[in-house]
């Protein structure tokens, strides 16, 4: 039902969050990008959560920011600017999640949408998936922190053809990008997504968290976020699960992890 926006579920150490306006092709309300933020960051800290996938209800992942509230909610530079910021909270959550997340792409990926899908850490789209970053037919310019989601996703390349000549792009121009994992037929694509999502979460908790924040350091060469990295890998060192992970390898059996 569209009267609960954003819908959320949990299990096994998976958590499902789903756009939920199909009738306005998931199209993101001012609300809904606050309402976003503080449910990452509510799962962030949750350590139940390994792994959150996001994705739109229906055929379409998001067309981004809801046009129809742009001249009452976004019509002066007070307004855009504090609208922007509902945005910024929203990457910012998703990017700095201690746990990897998942985009599942179907149809349109568009605008804020696509930032939202270029926060993440693997994207993964079905043949139909079209996307773009129209900010330059609407006379905006897209957020400078978000933008740098978009060039470490995509490349700096596809990251100018996107957001000068507002243009879209199909699956395999994506895939070619960098910007998806893989295309996955939609027969097979709920299947993908969810065994994907479970391999991540059947893993040690600690050692994932620590190769997202290593990842992101490598990226960013940034010092405080190397010292990050460095420190949650030394925490894995004396761990429950690096324990259980060395019996269950003498054992021959499955090992099961608890993120201690």
């Not at 306005?24 to 996938?53: C, G, H, Y």
Request: aromatic residues 6%; glycine residues 8%.
């Amino acid at each position: 039902m569209e009267s609960q926006p954003l819908r959320v579920t949990t299990s096994d150490g998976m958590a499902t969050i789903v756009i939920n306006r199909p009738a306005r092709k998931n199209a993101v309300t001012q609300a809904m990008w606050t309402e976003l933020a503080a449910t990452v960051n509510r799962l962030s800290a949750d350590p139940e959560a390994r792994v959150i996938v996001l994705r739109g209800a229906g055929q379409d992942f998001s067309a981004g920011a809801d046009i129809a509230e742009f001249d009452t909610l976004r019509g002066s530079p007070d307004s855009a600017r504090a609208y922007e910021a509902g945005n910024s909270a929203a990457f910012a959550a998703l990017r700095n999640c201690s746990v990897p997340v998942i985009a599942a792409i179907r149809g349109i990926c568009f605008g804020g949408g696509f930032g939202l899908a270029a926060a993440g850490d693997l994207r993964i789209a079905t043949p139909d998936a079209v996307f773009a970053v129209p900010a330059a037919r609407l006379g905006l310019a897209y957020p400078q922190d978000a933008m740098g989601d978009i060039v470490s996703a995509a490349g700096p390349q596809m990251a100018r053809y996107l957001t000068y000549t507002a243009g879209r792009i199909d699956a395999q121009a994506a895939l070619a990008a960098g910007f998806l994992l893989e295309i996955v037929e939609a027969a097979e694509f709920d299947a993908r997504i969810e065994e994907v999502a479970r391999g991540i979460a059947r893993n040690a908790p600690l050692s994932v968290r620590a190769s997202k924040a290593a990842i992101r350091a490598a990226l960013s060469h940034d010092p405080a976020e190397a010292a990050l990295a460095q420190s949650l890998g030394d925490a894995t060192f004396l761990s429950e699960d690096y324990a259980e992970g060395r019996a269950a390898f003498h054992a021959r059996r499955t090992p099961h992890f608890k993120g201690r």
